[in-house]
């Protein structure tokens, strides 16, 4: 099979990455999307920590918010590699469903891909959920003691990793269906995508809830 392309998606502009999003072309899609959505959402974590590390008011939560920002940058750099993930794990099913079945052999061996790149398919997503989860856990746990000023960031943050573990569990559910029997991903996935939904939908109420109250006047 052809190898895939090497371009990293967040080599590209803003401008660029939303232009191909844009296209007739399947590759990226709403798996990769979802997990720059994370991506955003936290770095807007950590750019809270930063705003926040050294005031006056904030020196017995130093070490806290400096763990919530590296938390956040490394969970960013993650998603990051995940949007890529996605694009790569679903050009391989493109791939794989265009390999020849001429005869047996053929087939044998197109089937294999193609039911390997499925199980990728759903895994990657999967991961992103998971990653997002974290993410919208950090945003949630910065909302109430980060930089009043920026605490609409922190709901941002909030809303953004949200989005992103919804949409990347929509990435899972739509390709499990196709996964071969056996696949560990279609045993796993039901109860962690319950799993992953309550805690996208707890943890953002728990950080805007936390944003609400420190946008009411003082």
């Known amino acids: 099979m052809e190898e895939p392309t090497t371009t990293s998606l967040s080599d590209l502009s803003a401008r660029e990455l939303v232009a191909r999003l ?3 072309e399947p590759i990226p899609g709403g798996g990769s999307a979802a997990a720059l959505a994370g991506a955003m959402g936290a770095a807007l974590v950590a750019m809270v920590a930063e705003l926040t590390i050294g005031r006056p008011d904030a020196t017995e939560r130093d070490a806290e918010l400096r763990e919530l920002r590296d938390n956040a940058n490394s969970h960013r750099e993650r998603l990051l590699q995940l949007a890529d993930d996605d694009a790569n794990a679903y050009d391989a099913v493109v791939r794989a469903r265009r390999l020849p079945r001429e005869s047996e052999s053929d087939k044998e061996q197109r ?3 193609v039911d ?3 199980v ?3 895994a990657v997503p999967l991961q992103t959920a998971q990653v997002a989860a974290v993410v919208l856990d950090l945003a949630a746990r910065i909302a109430p003691i980060g930089n009043r000023n920026a605490v609409s960031d922190a709901g941002v943050a909030a809303q953004l990793a949200a989005t992103a ?3 990347a569990i929509l990435n899972v559910r739509i390709n499990l ?3 071969p029997d056996g ?3 279609s045993a796993e996935a039901p109860a962690e995508l319950a799993r992953l939904t309550a ?3 707890e943890g953002e109420e728990m950080a805007l809830s936390a944003v609400e109250r420190r946008l009411e006047p003082s």
Do not use: F, I
Request: aromatic share 4%; net charge neutral.
């Open 116 to 118: 390997a790149a499925m």
């Open 111 to 113: 089937r294999q891909a």
């Open 22 to 24: 844009a296209t007739h």
């Open 165 to 167: 573990v919804r949409g």
């Open 177 to 179: 269906p196709y996964l």
């Open 183 to 185: 696949a560990a991903v």
């Open 120 to 122: 990728e398919a759903a």
């Open 199 to 201: 805690a996208a939908d």
